[in-house]
Structure formats: structure tokens, C-alpha cells
């Protein structure tokens, strides 16, 4: 019989279920408060019940887990200073999408060598979140893989699908089904009607392929996400979070039958991926959420421990510590100074009412 099948196939290597990990890595009782209450506090943001700010910041991607953790530590303590009036929420992102090709992360690659061992990848990326979730920090993530979930979806409080995906019917799906909060970016091109239209798929119910914790495939049935939100990141036409594009998409929203939640990501388009400019657009949206019916609910940094970025290196051999391998981020210092500027800011009596009184 001529062969058919499995003709580009180099290797099949069992993996271990995502019930095996999790009884290896098992979730504490404080991992679970954490995440529940974070998932809690951020569903009440997103529909206007919560006027803090929602602050997902951190770096570009995860590649050193210990300074991961060393970020982690130091914003935990602006999470906790600052939680009358900023939600933070530490960016742990462990998968890139690419464009072309690049490295892919750290569960798809953590040796950063090409030997993709997705099996110490998980690991590594588990205990990471209980470890950050035990210090009463939540995690927040991009979705792309779609079977990754089943491993660590109960230790992510917040998790976004990205500007590559959110035109994929699968992500769409997958986010109908997880248990999070979702945010959607507008596309590379900067169409914001993609995203929108992610949403009202997203917030619907859905069946489709999937597998459960023991590694079986199944049909999946969803109730649909209700507590998505768009995210506006800029594009190849240029930057998208003044008031006039901001104001566009929440029109956009209400005719789609959504209430309009935006949250700005002060880098990628809106930055030119240039890491100075972040600071500049969290003031612009500063300035924006002084109005009470502002549909602007959160924002995003891509920060580190050092400012800049290096290329990833195999075996993270020769890399400076605490500086990103993939897109420029600003530098612990900044950080903390524009979460200050951020709270302070937040200041409710220096909140406008719409008719003109403060």
C-alpha cells in the first residue's frame, strides 16, 4: 500500500498529561485565592463595577525563570501599595507567535536551542505561576496554543489573545471556554473590527475538538466568555490610543451590542516598539480616564529588570540578566516610577463627571 500519511513526520514523543503535571506541580490553597480573587476583581473592572485601573505589566517574554521571580517579588509590593486604586497584574508570557520565524518561548523552547523540550517547558512554566501566585501576585498570559490551557489556565487571572490570532475561529473558540477574563487585540494592520467581532464570538457558546486533563480528546461545549474586552495595541497604520481612535472603537463596541472595555497596550504600534515611548502613551490614557464614562479600563507595559533587549542565546549562555530577549522593554526603574504616576493619577477626586463638575 502506498503511504500517505505522516510523510513530513520527524518524531512523536508522548507528553505528560496535563493531570500528571498538575499532581507533580500541584495548585496551593493560596494560588487558588489568588486567582480567584483576581479573576473577580478584574471581571468587576471590565464591566464599570470596579474604577481602579487594570496595570498588566511585565516582561516581553519569560526566558529566565529566577528573574522572573525576582521581577515578580518587587511588583508584588507595588501591587499591594498601590491596590486601592491600580489592579496589577504581572505580563507571563511564556509562547511568541511569529511572524516568520524566531524563538517561540519558553514552554515551546526553554533551552533556547532548538531542542524544543515542551516537557520541561510546561514544568518550568507551572511552578512559575504557583510560585508567583504564593506571593499573592496574578498571573497574566497570551493563549496560543490551544491544548497549553489544559497545563496552566488555573494558575492565569487574565489572559489575552494577540494581534496574529484573534482572527482565528479556533482562539475565538478556546476563549469562549477558559475561565479567565480575555482581552482581544486589534489586528497587525491595526483593524479594530476584527477584535470586536473576536468578542461577540468569544462571549457565544461553542463545541469543538479539544482534550481533557488526562490527555483524551473530546468535544468541548462551552457557555461563551462573557467578560471579554478589547485591547488596542496600534498597527502598521500607525498608533491607536488617542481619544479620538479610543472613542471610535467604544462606538464600535456599543453597536456591536458590547460594553465598550478598552485596555491600551503602551507598546508594540502605539510605541513603534520603541520602549521610551511607553511612558508617553500611559499619560495620554491617564489623561483619558479622567473623564467618568472613559470606556479606557486598564493598560499594558512591557517592562524588565534592565532596560533594552538581546537576542535569545543557546542554554542562555553569555545573556545579561533581566534583560529581554525578544521585544525592548523599559527598565525596573521606570517601572515603578509610572506606577506611581499611574496611581497618583487614579486619584478619584481628580476624576471629571461628564457634565462638567469635578
Keep these: 500500500m502506498i503511504r500517505t500519511n505522516n510523510l513530513r513526520i520527524v518524531s512523536e514523543t508522548p507528553l505528560i498529561s496535563p493531570a500528571e503535571l ?21 471581571t468587576n473592572i471590565i ?47 511564556f509562547e511568541k507567535p ?60 487574565w489572559a489575552s489573545i494577540g494581534a496574529r490570532t484573534t482572527e482565528s475561529q479556533t482562539h475565538r473558540e478556546m476563549a469562549s471556554g477558559l475561565s479567565m477574563p480575555i482581552g482581544f487585540k486589534n489586528a497587525t494592520d491595526g483593524d479594530v473590527q476584527i477584535a470586536i467581532n473576536a468578542i461577540v464570538a468569544a462571549s457565544s457558546p461553542h463545541s469543538f475538538v479539544g482534550i481533557d486533563k488526562e490527555g483524551t480528546t473530546i468535544v468541548m461545549r462551552t457557555t461563551g466568555n462573557p467578560d471579554c474586552h478589547l485591547i488596542l495595541r496600534g498597527g502598521k497604520g500607525g498608533a491607536n490610543f488617542d481619544r479620538l481612535h479610543v472613542a471610535e472603537a467604544a462606538e464600535r463596541m456599543k453597536k456591536a451590542g458590547l460594553r465598550p472595555s478598552i485596555v491600551i497596550d503602551c507598546s508594540h504600534g502605539n510605541s513603534e516598539k520603541k520602549p521610551e515611548r511607553q511612558a508617553l502613551v500611559l499619560r495620554d ?41 525578544t521585544d525592548p522593554c523599559i527598565g525596573w526603574d521606570e517601572t515603578a516610577a509610572l506606577l506611581e504616576e499611574a496611581w497618583l493619577a487614579s486619584d478619584p477626586t481628580l476624576t471629571w463627571r461628564s457634565e462638567g463638575r469635578r
Design 22 to 42: 498538575a499532581r507533580e506541580i500541584p495548585m496551593t490553597d493560596e494560588s487558588a485565592r489568588v486567582v480567584f480573587e483576581a479573576r473577580r476583581q478584574i
Design 47 to 93: 464591566h464599570g463595577q470596579d474604577r481602579r485601573l487594570l496595570a498588566i505589566v511585565g516582561p516581553c517574554s519569560i526566558h529566565d525563570p529566577e528573574a522572573a521571580l525576582d521581577y515578580g517579588r518587587r511588583l508584588a509590593e507595588l501591587a499591594k501599595k498601590y491596590a486601592d486604586r491600580l489592579c496589577i497584574v504581572m505580563r507571563v508570557y
Design 98 to 157: 511569529r511572524t516568520a520565524l524566531g524563538w517561540r518561548g519558553l514552554i515551546v523552547d526553554p533551552n533556547m536551542d532548538d531542542s524544543y523540550d515542551i516537557a520541561r517547558g510546561l514544568r518550568l512554566a507551572r511552578r512559575l505561576l504557583v510560585q508567583l501566585n504564593d506571593m499573592g501576585l496574578p498571573a497574566g498570559s497570551e493563549m496560543l496554543d490551544p491544548i497549553i490551557p489544559q497545563y496552566i489556565a488555573e494558575l492565569i487571572s
Design 285 to 325: 490614557l491617564l489623561v483619558q480616564r479622567r473623564e467618568a464614562d472613559s470606556p479606557v479600563v486598564g493598560f499594558m507595559l512591557e517592562s524588565n529588570l534592565e532596560p533594552g533587549c538581546q537576542s535569545p542565546a543557546p542554554g542562555g549562555e553569555g545573556l545579561r540578566y533581566g534583560v529581554s530577549v
